[in-house]
């Protein structure tokens, strides 16, 4: 079984504070994505990568970054956290292109 | 970009009743069509999927179906359970952008 693993399962920040999210996946899989999911919005895309150092922006890349520097691990970044981004993110990897998706737990990020 | 709509957003079925989900998209190559359930408080995970060349594919008591010159592909539960509700999505593969973009999901409650 694959096993992605995220971070932190909980998280409150104060509004202006840099945050590190970290997605593991033990898999060897290629590609790793971060969405968000809010209700009655599904899930939308922030960030994914298709290879280390490699990144593509999603459909809502302002206000993340990402850092994939090994294989198994994709960060995303909140470079100054803001009240809007408190949210449910989900990490997801995909052994190719279009397989099925394999999801961590999920951080449920509150910024005050 | 690529366009998914799911619809309904929310449905409530009686326990033994069947219920549909349908899944429009836009990009003319998509050629891999999943569906994930995300129960209360937990990951989405891969429950049915189909390729380009099938056009319905069934798992027990779930199937799913594939119009690809209408572009919709619809999710089938027969003899609902209580614990078939959750929230479904669809995640049709956007050969374009080499991401899976997810539709905005349906919160399917079934009643005993």
């Known amino acids: 079984d694959v096993k992605v693993t995220q971070s932190s399962r909980y998280l409150v920040k104060r509004t202006g504070e840099k945050v590190f999210l970290e997605c593991v996946q033990d898999m060897d899989h290629e590609n790793m994505f971060w969405y968000r999911q809010d209700p009655g919005l599904g899930l939308r895309l922030i960030y994914f990568?298709?290879?280390?150092?490699?990144?593509e922006k999603g459909d809502i890349p302002e206000g993340y970054s990402v850092s994939r520097e090994k294989k198994e691990r994709f960060s995303l970044i909140l470079e100054s956290a803001s009240t809007n981004q408190t949210s449910m993110y989900l990490c997801?990897?995909?052994?190719?292109?279009?397989?099925?998706?394999?999801f961590g737990q999920g951080t449920r990020l509150t910024v005050v | 970009g690529e366009n998914v709509e799911q619809h309904p957003s929310t449905l409530s079925v009686q326990e033994g009743d069947s219920a549909v989900i349908k899944c429009t998209y836009s990009d003319s190559a998509s050629n891999y069509f999943p569906w994930y359930k995300q129960e209360l408080g937990k990951r989405p995970q891969l429950i049915i999927d189909i390729r380009s060349n099938v056009g319905e594919k069934k798992d027990q008591r779930i199937a799913v179906t594939l119009n690809k010159t209408a572009k919709h592909f619809s999710l089938h539960i027969t003899e609902t359970q209580p614990e078939d509700s959750a929230v479904y999505f669809c995640?049709?593969?956007?050969?374009?952008?080499?991401?899976?973009?997810f539709g905005a999901g349906t919160r399917l409650f079934v009643k005993a």
């Open positions: 995640a049709p593969y956007n050969t374009g952008g080499f991401k899976t973009i």
């Open positions: 997801a990897c995909t052994y190719s292109s279009n397989t099925e998706a394999f």
């Open positions: 990568s298709y290879d280390v150092k490699m990144k």
